[in-house]
């Protein structure tokens, strides 16, 4: 399946740790991360911070070198900061707000560590309904 992402002409593939694996298929999931390419965007979903695998899941994201690390139910901007802390320089992160109505929200966010290293044209692919803040540029909503 991940060879198969990689050669789609998607803007952003997301590598889902979280739901989409059981939980004695978490660490063989983890370890077929340095497969995953994409043509666009690389997101890997990580599990939620009140979860037992989600630095097992970070440290094998890092590896896999994403431009984006997807946090699911954050409950605060701390649930973001411990994450924020760990990412290498460059990787954005997407806060998938906790809600418990059914009205999901996120939140796309670059490291303030980031050197700008991403392209205009990997910039330009986010959607509308994305809000996104960088150090080089407010936050755009549709």
Do not use: F, Y
């Not at 411990?82 to 059914?102: D, F, K, T, Y």
């Not at 966010?109 to 205009?120: D, E, I, L």
Request: hydrophobic fraction near 40%; include cysteine; charge should be neutral.
């Amino acid at each position: 399946m991940l060879e198969k992402a990689a050669a789609l002409p998607a803007d952003e593939v997301v590598v889902d740790l979280e739901d989409g694996v059981a939980a004695d298929a978490k660490e063989e999931a983890r370890g077929r991360l340095g497969d995953a390419r994409a043509t666009g965007t690389l997101a890997i979903r990580i599990n939620g911070l009140a979860t037992p695998w989600w630095r097992d899941d970070l440290a094998a994201a890092i590896e896999a070198r994403p431009d984006v690390v997807v946090v699911p139910k954050v409950v605060s901007a701390d649930d973001v900061a411990a994450v924020a802390e760990l990412l290498p320089e460059g990787v954005g992160i997407e806060a998938q707000i906790a809600s418990e109505s059914r009205l999901r929200s996120r939140m796309r966010v670059r490291s303030s560590r980031s050197n700008g290293s991403q392209s205009s044209a990997a910039r330009s692919r986010r959607s509308c309904s994305d809000p996104v803040t960088s150090p080089h540029r407010s936050a755009r909503r549709c």
